[in-house]
């Protein structure tokens, strides 16, 4: 069955830190991966995708098969950061979600 | 351009209530959810549509149906709405498994 893993469910890291937002997957398959972010008060949208390997707001994911993970990586976090953060897991058409992490980044 | 429209924003039931939450999309998108979401649960898939007259059972599909009316149109029904069913629902369409998913506002539903 697939599983998305979400092993914490609050972050909190100093402005200027290194972030890192943990996913990991279950699925038998070949997996697409993906990162939502939920600002307070906004619409869930898309963050970033394994498929185009791009970076979003200075954000990046790398699939690591061998480990299962899609972790969520940024280098010097910024408060405008803080927010929810789901990573999500798509089988054919069906997307499910992780439990999620919020991420709290302080001055 | 709206994207997804969820009606209505809240509303209170009470045990033994139907109620039918809307969402239409005007992006021409092929695939429509329905995902309810918990405190510490995360999102949670209840059904999808992968397209127009498609529905299919997601993670926790006991206690609703849905109806994809046509392409714009996909609507979640609670017959019999049980305390277990107070949550926050999004509605989210898609043109298809490699494309971002677009999300309503959400509908809070609270059952007493």
């Known amino acids: 069955a697939q599983r998305v893993t979400q092993p914490e469910k609050l972050l909190s890291v100093f402005k200027g830190a290194p972030v890192e937002l943990k996913c990991n997957y279950s699925?038998?398959?070949?997996?697409?991966l993906f990162w939502y972010v939920q600002y307070s008060r906004q619409r869930l949208q898309l963050l970033l995708r394994h498929i185009s390997r791009e970076s979003i707001k200075g954000f990046t994911a790398d699939l690591n098969k061998g480990e299962t993970s899609f972790h969520l990586k940024k280098p010097f976090a910024q408060e405008e950061d803080s927010a929810m953060y789901y990573c999500a897991l798509g089988s054919g058409y069906a997307l499910n979600f992780g439990k999620g992490t919020s991420l709290l980044v302080t001055p | 351009n709206a994207g997804v429209t969820q009606t209505p924003k809240f509303q209170v039931l009470k045990t033994g209530q139907s109620m039918t939450l809307q969402c239409a999309q005007d992006?021409?998108?092929?695939?429509m959810y329905w995902y309810r979401q918990d405190p510490g649960m995360g999102l949670r898939l209840i059904y999808y549509s992968a397209s127009e007259g498609t529905t299919d059972k997601g993670e926790v599909p006991n206690g609703y149906n849905v109806s994809r009316l046509n392409k714009r149109e996909f609507s979640l029904r609670l017959e019999s709405a049980a305390p277990s069913q107070t949550s926050v629902y999004f509605c989210?369409?898609?043109?298809?498994?490699?494309?971002?998913?677009?999300f309503g506002n959400g509908t809070r539903l609270t059952v007493t």
């Open positions: 992006m021409n998108h092929n695939s």
């Open positions: 989210a369409s898609r043109q298809d498994p490699n494309s971002p998913l677009h």
């Open positions: 699925y038998s398959g070949s997996p697409e």
